[in-house]
């Protein structure tokens, strides 16, 4: 052995060099989650500590209430001012965990240093951070030498030849190891966290400000993984008890977000893989055990969950699991001491797998009549069906729950799209227990995010392990390559260039030595030839005629991963820039080239605080019902939570049916009433999915039509049918905007406008101060114990006539309930399956003076989804040069720079963007004036060219350039 070069100071080159390593790795490590945090706080720089979207204002608001009276009143508040007159009770239908986190670290850390308000804002990007480490931890675990001593292939061949795949890891952290930590798997950490501290898909749910669920899940969920498979590290006799720690991470996980689900069956998945492929052992077995119990135990603490974990179909897999591992535990410790030969072992197994089976069997038999297994929700049945729709159209009218196309993962996962496949490769070529968790986590998260775009989010962490693995791979070659280096990288030795070819030749023998051995063993032709093979390749690749183009390739690679990496980064900051824009406040852009910050939402909303009784009741979508409550601090109607279908159909049947229907509903359960208007997705955009989801349970309203195609708009000037015309809403919406549409004077008085016209509000008049007194009375309130603070709301007794005319909704997947809905939802599917036979119904059944020019036209109506047009169709709309009510809509959504505007806009009517202005410029001019780069990336996958010229002969393109 040749002895270690010692210094100056009598310590030797190698743990200088070693400690230089783990330096620059550390400062590399600072460097991406300095990057992650800086990337995540735009929003708060540009527009302060201000609250996202819909959903953070009610998590702020529950935060607020925690922090103010405590976890035993937050967790008995039955909140009255929600779901008028029901109420909601809020801390038992709540996800607690983010806001209990909130509240730990305002008490614990930052005390008076920060407001609340400010702590919540700061959350996301906090924890944003901490994903980006534990990213780095995962993705280290599964590429570190002891866990990746397999490939798929040798691991198959042992289970067909009915063995266990043994490591051989003696010696090798030693050599691919520095200061104990592995070189491959520490750079492959490094670039994960570099990735995953600024893909769009995990920046969607961290940018500062935006205080959702999953700003946190995400930290929960790779936390939970992390531990998981750490738990099944090869070669630590204990590593089995971090399967306990999981099980804790879990818990965190299931207080935080319903999406715990997914969590759990990710390593139910992983589990069962694992014995699939030969690979159960004791360690496996206590680790999912400690898992699964542990975590099993303290979820069913969390007051929203319960007893789902072991009732619902969602998660009885990962149940079914444990009992698995449980008998093959007990028949694997019962063939050792027996002592059973092969074929002994395996009847063995088989009579105690059909005994447990004949229990299970009747457990099933005498539980399902009795309802005790809860139905597949309508979400994550929308998952498995084959086509896009769930049959619950309250579900299918949110944007996010629609399918995932090619254009969307290159949107939130850029380049990864691209690395993270070879990784997937690379993973398979260097195998183990953990390693083969990605690949699982891998498929399913593409499975689901290709199912419902929201899902997205669940690739971000491992499509950051893919690519952090394929380009550490790649750039550990190039290094090797260029610097002639064949040894392992991390073999820091002081010799002469003599010794060193000397000690890689014993290197090459030994290597040979346990290749020979591993042939040995395997005694296979498919083995022996693919051993030939490789000697053969790396004699060709180690010859010096070789090494020329190796460096050439490796010196291109170098260059490449520079563009690649630059381009990454850059695309990911401007992503960043444009999703944290809050959607409360709006940046856009006046026809004179101004800026300027559209906050018409909150002056609404404080216009109502400051001007309303404090028992006001304010109509409006359920979308908006979380900011009126957390900022008006007023009651609504709905919200957000969408627990009760039923309620939320009633709001639509308001808002959708006729003029006096709706407000002789709507007098009874509110004083003022909130439109959302300004053309884009205002509430009379919204307005065909309002009217579906009311027919659901109110079928008087579109009679033998689910879809309620009467309800719609009829060309692209958006001329109403006759149904939409007479509704609540648009005379409301379109009141002395649109002409000969006027609100009864009678029945409303307008209040409020916002300056840039976003919102209208209107007082009800006559409202019925009877029924609210009613409502009020806490003594027609109905406790479930007398003195209980479970305590829900009735309708007043004046609205029963419209309440007995409802038909509960019912799921599909419901088998629990007695009474189906069959022909309800077979003509839903069949009206979506078929607009054109529906759309051929609807016009039967409108007025005479509007089937004309329906059946004469060949555009689509806004409000549908429509399939691409026809080259016919889009140059008879593109020749129509004028300036009308839609311009002037589609103008105000590009200087918005609201893409998922823009994406909602033409996802109903792909044709408005080919729309065209008096001056012949569109859409497409626009964005490129506006220099709104991802939206020119949107109106071209709709087809929309940017080489066309308007009237003055200029492309959109001249525009960028300078041109006006």
């Not at 008028?84 to 996800?95: A, E, K, N």
């Not at 359960?669 to 300004?678: E, F, K, M, P, R």
């Not at 009311?694 to 309620?708: E, K, Q």
Request: with cysteine; hydrophobic share 40%; charged share 20%.
């Amino acid at each position: 052995m040749t002895k270690k070069k010692p210094t100056m100071l009598g310590i030797n080159q190698s743990y200088l060099t070693g400690m230089s390593w783990l330096g620059v790795a550390s400062y590399a490590i600072y460097y991406c989650l300095k990057m992650a945090y800086t990337i995540r706080l735009q929003a708060i720089e540009e527009f302060g500590t201000v609250i996202h979207e819909y959903d953070p204002y009610f998590n702020y608001r529950a935060t607020e209430y925690l922090y103010y009276n405590g976890a035993k009143k937050f967790f008995t508040w039955f909140d009255h001012k929600v779901w008028y007159p029901l109420g909601r009770p809020v801390g038992t239908t709540i996800y607690p965990g983010m806001q209990f986190t909130s509240v730990w670290i305002k008490n614990m850390i930052v005390g008076d240093s920060m407001s609340l308000n400010d702590v919540c804002c700061y959350v996301p990007a906090w924890f944003g951070v901490i994903a980006t480490f534990l990213v780095g931890c995962i993705t280290y675990e599964c590429t570190v030498e002891c866990n990746t001593s397999h490939s798929i292939f040798s691991v198959l061949i042992d289970l067909i030849c009915g063995r266990k795949s043994t490591a051989n890891i003696q010696g090798k952290d030693e050599k691919k190891s520095t200061m104990g930590f592995s070189i491959f798997g520490l750079t492959s950490a490094i670039f994960a966290m570099w990735i995953m501290g600024i893909v769009p898909a995990h920046l969607t749910r961290s940018v500062g400000g935006g205080y959702d669920n999953e700003s946190v899940a995400v930290s929960a969920m790779t936390l939970t993984f992390y531990l998981w498979v750490r738990s099944l590290r090869e070669g630590e006799k204990y590593s089995y008890l971090y399967g306990l720690l999981s099980g804790i991470a879990y818990f965190y996980m299931v207080a935080t977000w319903g999406g715990y689900v997914f969590v759990l069956n990710m390593i139910g998945l992983h589990a069962t893989l694992l014995v699939l492929l030969g690979r159960f052992s004791t360690k496996v077995y206590l680790s999912y055990s400690l898992f699964y119990f542990v975590g099993t135990a303290l979820a069913i603490q969390v007051p929203v969950v319960g007893l789902t974990p072991l009732k619902s179909l969602e998660q009885i897999g990962p149940g079914l699991v444990f009992l698995a591992y449980q008998v093959i535990h007990y028949c694997e410790r019962g063939i050792l001491r027996r002592k059973l030969t092969r074929l002994e072992a395996w009847k063995y197994r088989v009579e105690v797998s059909i005994s447990v089976l004949a229990v299970m069997a009747f457990t099933f038999v005498v539980l399902l009549p009795q309802g005790y297994f809860g139905p597949i929700s309508s979400r994550v049945r929308g998952l498995f069906v084959k086509h896009t729709k769930t049959g619950n159209p309250l579900v299918d009218s949110v944007a996010e729950h629609q399918p995932a196309d090619n254009s969307a993962y290159f949107r939130y996962l850029q380049h990864l799209c691209i690395f993270a496949p070879f990784g997937f490769l690379s993973v398979l070529s260097q195998f183990g227990d953990a390693p083969s968790f990605v690949i699982v986590y891998a498929v399913a998260a593409y499975f689901f995010s290709h199912k419902m775009v929201r899902l997205i989010l669940l690739m971000g962490p491992v499509a950051s392990v893919l690519g952090g693995i394929s380009v550490s791979r790649a750039l550990i070659w190039c290094f090797q390559t260029v610097w002639n280096d064949n040894d392992d990288l991390g073999n820091v030795n002081n010799s002469g260039a003599n010794t060193k070819r000397g000690k890689q030749g014993v290197t090459k023998k030994k290597k040979a030595d346990v290749r020979k051995k591993s042939l040995k063993k395997n005694s296979t032709g498919f083995l022996s030839a693919l051993e030939t093979s490789q000697n053969v390749v790396d004699n060709t690749l180690s010859h010096s005629d070789a090494m020329v183009p190796k460096r050439g390739l490796a010196m291109f690679l170098f260059f490449a991963f520079y563009l690649f990496g630059n381009s990454f980064q850059t695309y990911c900051w401007k992503m960043a820039s444009a999703i944290s824009n809050p959607s409360i406040i709006i940046v856009g852009q006046l026809r004179d080239g101004s800026v300027v910050k559209v906050d018409d939402y909150r002056e609404a909303y404080w216009w109502i605080r400051d001007n309303t009784p404090e028992d006001a009741r304010v109509l409006s979508w359920w979308d908006y019902g979380y900011q009126i409550t957390a900022i008006a601090n007023r009651t609504t109607i709905a919200d957000g939570n969408t627990w009760n279908h039923e309620h939320i159909a009633l709001l639509g049947k308001i808002l959708t049916t006729n003029v006096d229907e709706g407000y002789n509903i709507a007098r009874h359960l509110a004083d003022y009433v909130l439109i959302w208007t300004g053309g884009g997705p205002d509430d009379l955009a919204k307005s065909p999915h309002l009217a579906r989801i009311a027919n659901s349970v109110y079928r008087d309203l579109c009679p033998d039509d689910p879809t309620c195609r009467t309800f719609t708009f009829t060309d692209r000037n958006r001329t109403p049918s006759p149904m939409m015309k007479a509704s609540f809403l648009y005379n409301l919406h379109s009141q002395g905007i649109t002409p000969g549409v006027e609100a009864d004077p009678t029945k409303f008085r307008e209040v409020f406008r916002s300056p840039y016209g976003k919102v209208r509000v209107y007082e009800l008049l006559g409202v019925d101060a009877e029924s609210k007194a009613w409502v009020a009375d806490p003594n027609n309130r109905i406790c479930d114990v007398e003195g209980g603070w479970y305590c829900r709301g009735q309708y007043p007794p004046a609205l029963k006539d419209v309440l007995d005319k409802k038909k509960d909704f019912a799921q599909l997947e419901d088998f629990n309930s007695v009474k189906g809905d069959e022909e309800y939802q077979k003509q839903y599917f069949e009206n979506l399956n078929n607009p054109e036979k529906a759309r051929a119904n609807a016009r039967a059944k409108m007025a005479p003076d509007v089937h004309e020019p329906i059946l004469e036209r060949k555009i689509p109506a806004l409000g549908e989804t429509n399939s691409k047009p026809t080259q016919e169709e889009i140059d008879a709309f593109y020749e129509v040069w004028e300036d009308t009510e839609l311009t002037t809509h589609m103008w105000k959504i590009i200087s918005s720079g609201s893409v998922l505007d823009l994406e909602s806009f033409l996802e109903s009517s792909p044709l408005m963007g080919y729309m065209r202005s008096s001056d012949g410029r569109g859409p497409m001019w626009w964005a490129f004036e506006s220099r709104k780069q991802e939206m020119v990336r949107v109106l071209m996958k709709y087809g929309v060219s940017h080489t066309d010229k308007d009237k003055h002969g200029l492309t959109p393109v001249d525009l960028l350039e300078g041109g006006t």
